[in-house]
C-alpha cells in the first residue's frame, strides 16, 4: 500500500445558498466516512485562508498565502491505496469537483528515496 496526499484547490462554494453549502459539507462528510470505513482515509483537515511564509536564506517572514482563490489550497487528505491508478480513481468521488474545484494528487516519497 502507498500513500498520497489529495490536495483541494479552489471550488466555488460561496454562490451556494445556505441549504445547499450544507448539502455539500454533508457530501464531503459521507465522502470521508465512506473512505474511513473502507481504511483508505489515513487523515485530513481543511486549512484556514491566512498563514505566514518563511522565505529564503534570510528567514523572512511575511503574511500569505497571497494567490487566487481558484488556486488556494483549502485543505489537504492522506489516503493510503494500492497505487496512484486507485488515487485517481478515488479521488473522482471527492465533492469539491461538483463546485468546479481542483483535486492534485501526490505519492508520498518514502525518506530513503529521496
Not at 450544507?22 to 491566512?50: N, S
Not at 522565505?55 to 500569505?64: E, I
Request: net charge neutral; hydrophobic share 40%; with cysteine.
Amino acid at each position: 500500500m502507498e500513500k498520497f496526499l489529495y490536495l483541494f484547490r479552489g471550488g466555488n462554494n460561496s454562490e451556494l445558498s445556505p441549504d445547499a453549502l450544507q448539502a455539500h459539507l454533508q457530501k464531503w462528510q459521507e465522502w470521508m466516512m465512506k473512505l474511513g470505513k473502507a481504511g483508505i482515509f489515513v487523515g485530513g483537515e481543511p486549512l484556514a485562508r491566512t498563514g505566514k511564509q518563511v522565505n529564503g536564506t534570510k528567514k523572512v517572514v511575511t503574511d500569505g498565502p497571497f494567490v487566487e482563490a481558484k488556486e488556494m489550497i483549502g485543505g489537504y487528505m492522506l489516503v493510503q491505496v494500492k497505487n496512484m491508478d486507485e488515487a485517481i480513481e478515488i479521488s473522482k468521488g471527492c465533492p469539491i469537483l461538483e463546485v468546479d474545484g481542483k483535486l492534485e494528487i501526490r505519492p508520498i516519497q518514502k525518506m530513503g528515496e529521496m
